[in-house]
């Protein structure tokens, strides 16, 4: 089957591949594009640990074809961290030991991230609402919500201090 | 999928192509070319699930998210709202006014997945899908939303109701897409609501799915209309329980009629998730329930 060539944009970077018409945009990002940060877990939009954003919507990259990405914006676990410093949300779930196993968490990140861009004070509910599409076999989930709530409110606080800067 | 595969009803498959055109004209005739080969694919939620389970082996994929009128969300100007059949749950909860006008409509549609899955599925998908447990259908049929469809022959309106014909089947005959859904102009003390029956709190599919408008006028009920779904083959429209309640003050009498009128509609499977005696109970327990709620929200418009 003819490859096919897609442009897009990927953590603010232009980036090109070639792909198979039915490649899932995960086939795209752990193949050709090399970044392994996005995991499979299930290949049906069940677990989450997939998650990328497509144009700032949360979405399974499992569920999205590679093709439909041609010129949109994508974002991925891989961009995260600003080089070497972690995301809030990194370091927290460092901190308070919100992974054992790791694979579920670029897509715990990944999802969590796209709820504190919508919503700065989440509740608690708000946050166990939104993290249902992630599933986590080790930690039990408590430990994940308390570190995004933590880091909401730090979050809120660091950018209450720089606004006073 | 690298070369031409042998199908299950012996029909050379031939490679997959991806086609995503900017007018809906060129959708159609693409479609329709391409027959039982052609799939259309908005959020995509339940299609690549079905091509990753090898369930369908598609020849042509037509994405129809670049076409614009599959992707608005336009009040018009009697007060209705027309929804493109690829707006996602994500993209209607976001709209200013949808869910203030439409609460049980955008419920139910937000009850479709996680939010990764609400950010790319659509109603029309869940529609087509043709699933009698699909959420947002039992909400549409009780909006009593009107479906624009465009096939080869031109354009064509059906009630929201007369789309699934049976499991996994719908109306729509070859070459033919789901547009847009119409939904009327609210008249004053009108409110809806949406309601499913799932052993958990998220991620699930529906037991019984329940699906309330009405119109009240000094606590009277003058209209009404119950979409019930996971019940039957289709989602089904129980005009007996809409008659029981027109007319009344919601009294408990009432409510026991319509509640009746829903568990004699039932004829549903027995399986895992519930048993027919259990899904024909909840039928009537729902209907009482989201009445309530959708009288309490209409009290307020």
């Not at chain 2, 959020?43 to 079905?50: K, R």
């Not at chain 2, 799932?198 to 606590?219: F, N, Q, W, Y």
Request: hydrophobic share 40%.
């Amino acid at each position: 089957m003819a490859k096919v060539h897609v442009s897009t944009t990927i953590n603010g970077e232009p980036a090109e591949f070639l792909c198979e018409p039915n490649d899932t945009m995960l086939d795209a990002l752990r193949g050709p594009l090399g970044l392994t940060g996005s995991k499979e877990g299930c290949a049906s939009g069940d677990c989450g640990a997939c998650s990328i954003t497509l144009d700032d919507q949360l979405v399974c990259s499992c569920l999205m074809l590679a093709v439909e990405s041609e010129g949109h914006e994508l974002r991925t676990i891989e961009g995260l961290a600003q080089g070497e410093k972690l995301h809030p949300l990194q370091q927290k779930f460092l901190e308070m030991a919100a992974l054992q196993c790791g694979i579920c968490t670029s897509g715990m990140l990944v999802a969590s991230d796209a709820l504190l861009r919508r919503n700065p004070k989440p509740s608690e509910e708000e946050v166990r609402f939104w993290l249902a599409g992630n599933l986590c076999r080790c930690t039990g989930y408590d430990k994940i919500v308390r570190a995004v709530l933590e880091t909401a409110a730090d979050m809120r606080e660091q950018g209450t201090r720089e606004s006073i800067q | 999928m690298g070369r031409a595969e042998q199908g299950d009803d012996g029909t050379i498959m031939t490679e997959l192509r991806y086609l995503a055109p900017n007018s809906l004209d060129e959708a159609i005739k693409a479609f329709a070319a391409a027959g039982n080969a052609g799939r259309i694919l908005a959020g995509g939620t339940d299609l690549l699930v079905q091509m990753r389970a090898g369930v369908v082996k598609p020849g042509l994929i037509v994405d129809i998210k670049k076409i614009a009128e599959m992707m608005a969300i336009e009040e018009t100007a009697d007060g209705g709202f027309r929804i493109g059949a690829a707006v996602s749950g994500m993209a209607l909860h976001d709209h200013p006014r949808f869910g203030k006008v439409w609460p049980g409509v955008l419920e139910a549609v937000n009850l479709i997945g996680s939010k990764q899955v609400q950010g790319r599925a659509s109603a029309g998908g869940n529609l087509c899908n043709g699933s009698p447990a699909g959420d947002s259908v039992p909400a549409m049929v009780a909006a009593g939303a009107i479906v624009t469809v465009q096939g080869p022959n031109g354009r064509r309106q059906i009630p929201v109701e007369q789309v699934p014909t049976g499991p996994g089947r719908t109306s729509l005959t070859p070459g033919e897409i789901l547009v847009s859904f119409a939904l009327p102009p609210r008249p004053e003390g009108s409110s809806d609501a949406y309601l499913r029956m799932i052993p958990r709190t998220e991620m699930d599919i529906a037991v019984v799915g329940l699906g309330v408008s009405l119109t009240l006028k000094d606590g009277v009920c003058t209209a009404a209309r119950v979409g019930l779904g996971a019940v039957a083959p289709t989602v089904l429209l129980v005009e007996a329980a809409a008659k029981a309640l027109v007319g009344s003050k919601l009294d408990d009498a009432a409510l026991n009629a319509a509640a009746a009128a829903c568990s004699a509609a039932c004829r549903p499977i027995d399986d895992k998730r519930g048993t027919i005696a259990y899904r024909t109970k909840v039928a009537g327990v729902l209907l009482k329930r989201t009445t309530a709620i959708a009288a309490q929200r209409a009290k307020g418009n």
